[in-house]
């Protein structure tokens, strides 16, 4: 299988958001599904769990699977996947989220919170990401404490012996802080600023990070 696995450093960092910037640019080039396989804090809708991030995913993507394809476990407690489904009596396993992430086109995975946030029963988003072997983007929001975050999550991937295509740092607001240059200086990962003046630079460094022609 072939794709990304997108994580952040913490909750709340953009993730999903930059997760479109990046299926619409490999978009232009091949075929890519989407697959966010577990979200909380789904809003109830006719009687039905209605995902957000997933179905924002799947409004980009360019291979017609349906929701339930793209996130098999919804849930509405706004907690963990695996605190989630235990207050629904509902048995989530690493082998599902697996099972929940196959596809044969390219596949762009959207993990639920950062690389060790419980996602499933003794599971974490990083035991996820390893099972699928897939390289990583990591999404950090561009504030103080983003270089800390940022090393912090990279050593674990490295821990796990995963590959880290590039950091994303996120910029809500502009700001002096040059993280960035600091991440860089500290690790060997490609680090890539995003935010709404840099946006045409941001897809044209990604291009060149994912090989995209």
């Known amino acids: 299988m072939k794709g990304l696995f997108i994580s952040g450093s913490s909750t709340d960092v953009g993730k999903t958001f930059i997760a479109e910037q990046i299926i619409r640019l490999l978009s232009e080039s091949r075929r890519v599904a989407v697959r966010k396989p ?9 009687g039905r769990l209605v ?6 995913l799947l409004n980009t993507s360019n291979v017609n699977d349906d929701i339930d394809t793209v996130c098999p476990y919804k849930f509405s407690q706004c907690c ?4 989630a ?4 009596n509902v048995t989530l396993t690493s082998a599902q989220l697996f099972d929940a992430c196959q596809s044969d086109d ?3 995975v959207e993990g639920a919170g950062g690389l060790l946030s ?4 003794n599971t974490l988003n990083i035991d996820l990401a390893a099972a699928l072997n897939l390289p990583l983007i990591i999404i950090v929001k561009d504030k103080l404490g983003a270089v800390n975050q940022a090393l912090l999550t990279i050593k674990v991937a490295e821990q796990y012996q995963l590959k880290v295509a590039c950091i994303v740092l996120n910029q809500f607001e502009a700001n002096t802080l040059n993280n960035a240059d ?3 200086r500290y690790s060997e990962c490609e680090v890539v600023i995003y935010n709404d003046k840099s946006a045409a630079l941001f897809r044209k460094k990604m291009r ?5 022609d």
């Open 106 to 108: 390219y596949v762009v």
């Open 208 to 212: 060149q990070i994912l090989s995209i």
């Open 118 to 121: 419980p996602i499933a029963q």
């Open 51 to 56: 995902t957000q991030d997933a179905q924002t």
């Open 85 to 88: 489904s235990a207050a629904t």
């Open 80 to 83: 963990s996947g695996e605190s």
């Open 182 to 184: 600091a991440i860089r």
């Open 38 to 46: 577990v979200e909380s804090d789904c809003k109830t809708v006719d």
